[in-house]
């Protein structure tokens, strides 16, 4: 049995520059964090002929043409995988909640598909071929930065070239602002989950045709998180969340579903009530996680429970995707 673990991740800066709509023409920037949340694929000889697949659903396909769950098929179409075989999933985290959990999900099982056929590799080619499968094989409208965090991990930034290149290197920070960083993060869940497909379907379609107020936007995005990558590097970690504010007013005002009533009543208690710095919904936006930073973890922890809004604890993983188990 092989059995991998992959981690999620928050957006630190820059994020939406790394749909190919924008980096094509006007090259992208972004900074993730990896975090200690993850998704696990196990992926064994079955007993079962066919392929017995379980997710959030249980698939028993007698084909890889016959499987229903598109990033399962494709991987294994990819990798050539026979029957019998058994992939089971699971995570410490909804899909749908802002943390990239597809690019996770597929980084996770491409290296277990290596792994149960024996072969080394790389984490920049774990992220080639989970953006091969999901932007490529399905069309779907989708960044990169996912893919890439999951496989390397740490704090990273991420350059995108207009030729499609890629290229990673580690924030570099100092332990101690590491700690201080870390110390200082709180995550928040809304409550529900959704699919992020239509709202970058629809910055994909407005920067495609040129339109002034999306690539305005993403310009304003890219060069804040490239002044948030200064910041941190400098040790004022303590500017992150004033930055992290204006990122959350540019990217709401971005697409109309970006937030709703609900996120914009909550966010503002976490700043005026919880004192909160400065914060964001994570990921494309919608539901999810509520992203702040804060002086006070109890008061903003007491402000956002009385709220009704449960905590997150987390930390940084430096480890990106590993195999955990690998027996014969």
């Not at 710095?277 to 702040?292: D, M, Q």
């Amino acid at each position: 049995m092989i059995m991998t673990r992959t981690p999620l991740r928050i957006s630190i800066g820059g994020g939406g520059t790394d749909l190919p709509s924008y980096y094509r023409e006007f090259g992208g920037f972004v900074i993730s964090a990896a975090i200690t949340k993850y998704v696990y694929i196990t992926i064994n000889r079955s007993f079962l002929p066919g392929y017995f697949l379980k997710y959030s659903e249980v698939e028993h396909a007698e084909s890889v043409d016959a499987i229903r769950h598109p990033l399962l098929r494709e991987a294994i179409r990819m990798h050539d995988i026979p029957a019998p075989l058994e992939i089971v999933s699971v995570a410490d985290v909804p899909a749908g909640t802002g943390l990239g959990s597809s690019g996770t999900f597929l980084v996770g099982l491409v290296h277990a598909l290596h792994a149960y056929k024996r072969q080394p590799v790389t984490a920049d080619i774990l992220a080639r071929e989970a953006v091969t499968i999901e932007m490529e094989r399905l069309n779907e409208p989708v960044g990169k930065q996912d893919q890439y965090i999951a496989a390397f991990g740490g704090l990273m930034c991420q350059y995108y070239m207009p030729d499609g290149g890629v290229s990673v290197a580690p924030l570099k920070m100092t332990a101690s602002a590491l700690l201080e960083l870390r110390d200082s993060l709180m995550l928040f869940f809304v409550g529900y989950t959704r699919s992020a497909s239509g709202l970058l379907a629809d910055q994909k379609t407005r920067s495609e045709v040129g339109d002034a107020g999306m690539l305005e936007s993403l310009h304003f995005t890219k060069e804040l998180g490239r002044e948030i990558a200064t910041a941190l590097e400098a040790g004022a970690v303590d500017r992150f969340g004033p930055l992290m504010h204006e990122h959350w007013l540019r990217k709401r005002s971005r697409s109309a579903g970006m937030s709703n009533r609900q996120i914009d009543e909550l966010y503002a208690l976490a700043r005026n009530e919880g004192g909160a710095s400065g914060g964001k919904l994570v990921g494309a936006g919608g539901s999810g996680f509520l992203l702040f930073q804060t002086n006070d973890r109890r008061r903003l922890r007491d402000t956002m429970t009385r709220a009704g809004l449960s905590e997150m604890d987390f930390s940084f993983d430096f480890d990106g995707s590993v195999v955990l188990t690998r027996n014969a």
